[in-house]
């Protein structure tokens, strides 16, 4: 089955400044790759996604890089913000119709130095 | 977007136990619903894949007759969490595949303390 890792557990940026967070998956017939922000006791929110025909993806401040090759995708944010501060979970997913499950990272505490 | 809603939001019950959660798409049919599981400061891992009008697929290390999943419309999935002891305890979250959009949307998540 899939296997996600993820990196660094855990992230300080001064405010204004970009963090990155990386995932690298080990199945290569995965082509779906979310990143989700999730705040303390709530749900998991899709922040951005990329799918496997596609290398960067950008929303805003968010920015997301896949390399298929190496198997390993990132989550760039610029000029952070304190509303930024969140765990971030990457996942992988081989979909067809979206149906089938998420593999998770194991998340990225992220926090926005005022 | 989607909506999807889970009820209890949190609940309370004591060892020995049985707890049933459920799992609701308010606005779109959901013929795909997963069950996760995440303790404190951990990652979502998915404990079964729920289709409707079928059996669930559990995953490896889930005990199916501990974590009993019925998804019976198109609408609705339950999680019974039965003779819950306090390894239980745990934030129980789901999410409903929508074929309209071909996305998965998560609910709010249940909170589950067992004392």
């Known amino acids: 089955g899939e296997n996600v890792e993820q990196h660094p557990s855990t992230l300080s940026v001064q405010e204004g400044d970009s963090a990155v967070i990386k995932c690298t998956y080990s199945?290569?017939?995965?082509?779906?790759f979310p990143w989700y922000k999730q705040e303390l006791g709530k749900r998991p929110q899709l922040i951005i996604d990329?799918?496997?025909?596609?290398g960067e993806k950008k929303d805003q401040r968010i920015a997301v890089t896949l390399n298929k090759t190496a198997k390993h995708f990132s989550l760039h944010i610029t000029e952070t913000q304190p509303e930024d501060s969140a765990v971030y979970f990457c996942?992988?997913?081989?979909?067809?119709?979206?149906?089938?499950?998420?593999?998770f990272g194991t998340g990225t505490r992220l926090t926005i130095i005022p | 977007g989607a909506v999807v809603s889970q009820h209890p939001s949190w609940v309370i019950c004591k060892s020995g136990t049985s707890v049933k959660i459920e799992c609701r798409s308010l606005?779109?049919?959901?013929?795909?619903m997963f069950w996760y599981r995440q303790f404190p400061k951990q990652s979502l891992m998915l404990m079964a894949t729920?289709?409707?009008?079928?059996?669930?697929?559990?995953e490896q290390g889930v005990e199916k007759d501990k974590f009993l999943i019925n998804h019976a419309s198109l609408t609705l999935s339950t999680l019974t969490v039965t003779s819950a002891h306090p390894e239980d305890s745990s934030f129980y979250i789901c999410?409903?595949?929508?074929?309209?959009?071909?996305?998965?949307?998560f609910g709010p998540g249940t909170r589950l303390t067992v004392t």
């Open positions: 199945d290569s017939a995965s082509n779906y």
């Open positions: 996942a992988a997913r081989w979909s067809n119709f979206g149906n089938e499950k998420l593999t």
């Open positions: 990329i799918r496997s025909n596609v």
């Open positions: 999410s409903a595949w929508d074929r309209s959009t071909y996305e998965q949307y």
């Open positions: 606005d779109f049919q959901a013929t795909t």
């Open positions: 729920s289709n409707e009008g079928s059996k669930a697929t559990y």
